[in-house]
């Protein structure tokens, strides 16, 4: 029985290891946005002005649209740029990583290198949509 085993200089850095490293640190930093969204909700005055669901729902994506309909009295610190960017990093992150997802799991059942080419480009073309679609979203959303 061999043991194929090959230190790091021999493997080198491909594409393929940077996208693995990329899903494993975007999901860490999910986790951490949400965590910052949820905190900054307490701090914010959710604990006493929101259930436990309105305070989750803004944890997982910072939208003004999430709080305009709570019972919070001013709703102005709430909507300023830091938790657009909040809002935006976590989308980007999320989009990202879900794609990518998408085509490890594709890969393993489209061998041909054409399949995979159009796979990956239609990826490509998913990410660039659904980034704008939510950032959109996210900047120009006006509660009435």
Known sequence: MSDRKLDFKQRG??????????????????????????????????????????????????????VSNTELVDIAPWETIFW????????????????????????DYITTPGGRKIVRLISIVMVAFFSLVGLGILWNYKPF
């Open 84 to 107: 657009q960017l909040i809002g935006s990093a976590l989308l980007l992150l999320a989009v990202s990583h879900g794609v990518h997802g998408l085509v490890s799991i594709v890969d």
């Open 13 to 66: 850095l491909n594409f393929e290891m940077l996208m693995w490293i990329f899903t494993r640190f975007s999901a860490l930093g999910m986790y951490l946005l949400i965590l910052v969204g949820i905190i900054g909700a307490m701090v914010m005055g959710a604990r006493t002005h929101m259930n436990m669901a309105d305070v989750l729902r803004w944890g997982f994506m910072p939208n003004i649209s999430h």
